[in-house]
């Protein structure tokens, strides 16, 4: 599966995002999805997880009743509302897949796959 992360930019604190994640390739609705990001000079960090069906979501706390996770398979995109943005959010976002169909999977960075071009956000304070 291909994958390729859109939708970010600059934004002040306080303000919204919407990333996309566009899938191309295998059975995009069998499989859990996940974004995470990547600030200047720390490591890739898991962000958040929907699973194959959609009814099943987390997050890493930092994000929690801020982002929220979406997908729609009849369009193999997946999304992250970010509100409430803070500079701290600062960073590449990437979307990935776990590669083990019917899986939730986990937070790990090395278990996830299909890495595709992030997106820069980018939070002003």
């Known amino acids: 599966v291909q994958l390729q992360a859109s939708g970010g930019g600059l934004v002040q604190a306080g303000g919204s995002l919407r990333l996309s994640c566009a899938a191309s390739?295998?059975?995009?609705?069998?499989?859990?999805m996940g974004w995470f990001r990547q600030a200047p000079g720390k490591e890739r960090e898991f962000v958040a997880r929907?699973?194959?069906?959609?009814?099943?979501?987390y997050y890493t706390d930092s994000v929690k009743g801020r982002f929220t996770i979406s997908r729609d398979n009849a369009e193999n995109t997946v999304y992250l509302q970010m509100n409430s943005l803070e500079p701290e959010d600062t960073a590449v976002y990437y979307c990935a897949v776990y590669p083990q169909p019917y899986k939730l999977g986990s937070r790990l960075t090395s278990d996830f796959g299909s890495w595709g071009r992030g997106t820069q956000v980018t939070v002003s304070s």
């Open positions: 929907i699973s194959w069906s959609g009814s099943t979501t």
């Open positions: 390739g295998r059975a995009f609705s069998s499989y859990t």
